[in-house]
């Protein structure tokens, strides 16, 4: 108990409520953003299982048409690279670098990003990034997938990361998509090592071994479910914290 509230003077305070027919209307909002959500929830998982089931047909293709090392895919001026090997502290107004730690699966956190001299980086020019590279962690957490944006053009990466640039558009979808597959991450986790940090060696991504014979109309589908899935999440987030606000408005004033 309290000694500080004087408990018989507050059972006789009343209490400001809105309107009945406001407070069903709260109550009407947030059982709409409740069943929103759940149905978002749904159509999340429904895409997400999809989307895998479609990523592991892809093998059967190379089954039937055979495979290609992922090397042969990219482009023949920018071999996949690993980036800078001490990137040192941050310097302002330097280079972005991105580590692994900066992936958050649907791109990165560029506000974490550490900012390199420019003088240690120019010697690394080799592993700048342009849009549309595709990056494979593989040093620490391997397998990691991200795909640069534009804002990011002229970035650079550290030797925790591989580059992988594929000029082709339905090429860079395939492989895109593919080293997400179960198929893939079995080849790259047979040929991962390390106790105490695990990696796998740039030449042993270079021969992961990449379905071909995929038709296009396979590929531009299991892209489409990709970035509705994306979408769907995006939107089950926001919905999340429209609901999260309304229980907090509900607890305030009912």
């Known amino acids: 108990t309290n000694p500080y509230i004087n408990w018989t003077q507050l059972a006789d305070f009343k209490f400001e409520l809105p309107p009945t027919i406001e407070q069903e209307k709260i109550v009407e909002f947030i059982t709409a953003a409740s069943q929103l959500t759940k149905t978002?929830?749904?159509?999340?998982?429904?895409?997400?299982?999809?989307?895998?089931?479609y990523l592991e047909n892809l093998h059967s293709?190379?089954?039937l048409n055979g495979f290609k090392l992922l090397d042969k895919f990219v482009d023949d001026d920018a071999p996949i690279c690993y980036g800078i090997l001490m990137p040192g502290k941050h310097f302002d107004g330097g280079v972005p670098v991105i580590k692994v730690r900066d992936f958050t699966g649907s791109g990165f956190n560029v506000d974490s990003l550490l900012h390199c001299d420019p003088e240690i980086e120019k010697k690394y020019h080799r592993s700048r990034l342009?849009?549309?590279d595709l990056l494979l962690s593989i040093r620490g957490t391997v397998g990691k997938l991200e795909t640069i944006s534009s804002s990011l053009d002229g970035s650079n990466i550290t030797q925790d990361s591989a580059r992988i640039r594929i000029s082709d558009n339905s090429d860079r979808i395939l492989i895109k998509h593919y080293l997400k597959s179960q198929s893939?991450?079995?080849f790259i986790s047979s040929r991962t090592v390390g106790n105490a940090v695990k990696g796998i060696n740039i030449g042993d991504v270079r021969k992961i071994p990449i379905p071909i014979g995929v038709p296009l109309e396979i590929l531009y589908l299991i892209e489409e479910i990709h970035k509705n899935f994306k979408r769907i999440e995006r939107l089950l987030e926001s919905a999340k914290d429209v609901y999260s606000s309304l229980k907090f408005q509900e607890s305030v004033v009912l």
Not at 42 to 52: C, D
Request: no cysteine; charged share 25%; net charge positive.
């Open 40 to 53: 978002l929830s749904g159509l999340k998982k429904s895409l997400e299982i999809a989307y895998y089931a």
């Open 61 to 63: 293709f190379g089954v």
């Open 130 to 132: 342009i849009k549309n």
């Open 184 to 186: 893939a991450r079995r």
